[in-house]
Nanobody, 115 residues
Framework: QVQLVESGGGLVQPGGSLRLSCAAS????????MGWYRQAPGKERELVAE???????NYADSGKGRFTISRDNAKNTVYLQMNSLKPEDTAVYYC?????????WGQGTQVTVSS
C-alpha cells in the first residue's frame, strides 16, 4: 500500500520561505518521478514541480526561480524548497509519484502566505 506523508507547511509572510517534505512508503521510490502539486480553494489541482528518477527537474512557470524540488532516495523523501513566497502560493500542497500506475495522493500540507 502506497503511503505519502507531506509535512512542512504553515503560515508565512510574503517573501518568506518554507521547505516541504514528502515521505513515501510502499513503492520502490527511486524508480519513480515525483511531483509536487497544489490546490487552492475553488481551483483545480496543478503541477508545481517534478523530479525524474534520474534527478532532472521541471517547474511550472509560477515557481520558476523561486521553488526547488529535490529528492533523497535513501530516505524515500522528496522536498520542495519554496522561497520568495507570494499570497497566490497559498494552497494545499501534495506530492505524488507521477509515473506510478495509478494516481496516489497524501493528505497534503497547507501553505498560507499572508501578512
Amino acid at each position: 500500500q502506497v503511503q505519502l506523508v507531506e509535512s512542512g507547511g504553515g503560515l508565512v509572510q510574503p517573501g518568506g520561505s518554507l521547505r516541504l517534505s514528502c515521505a513515501a512508503s510502499g513503492i520502490i521510490f527511486r524508480r519513480y518521478a515525483m511531483g509536487w502539486y497544489r490546490q487552492a480553494p475553488g481551483k483545480e489541482r496543478e503541477l508545481v514541480a517534478e523530479i525524474t528518477s534520474g534527478g532532472s527537474t521541471n517547474y511550472a512557470d509560477s515557481g520558476k526561480g523561486r521553488f526547488t524540488i529535490s529528492r533523497d532516495n535513501a530516505k524515500n523523501t522528496v522536498y520542495l524548497q519554496m522561497n520568495s513566497l507570494k499570497p497566490e502560493d497559498t494552497a494545499v500542497y501534495y506530492c505524488t509519484p507521477t509515473t506510478y500506475a495509478r494516481p496516489v495522493w497524501g493528505q497534503g500540507t497547507q501553505v498560507t502566505v499572508s501578512s
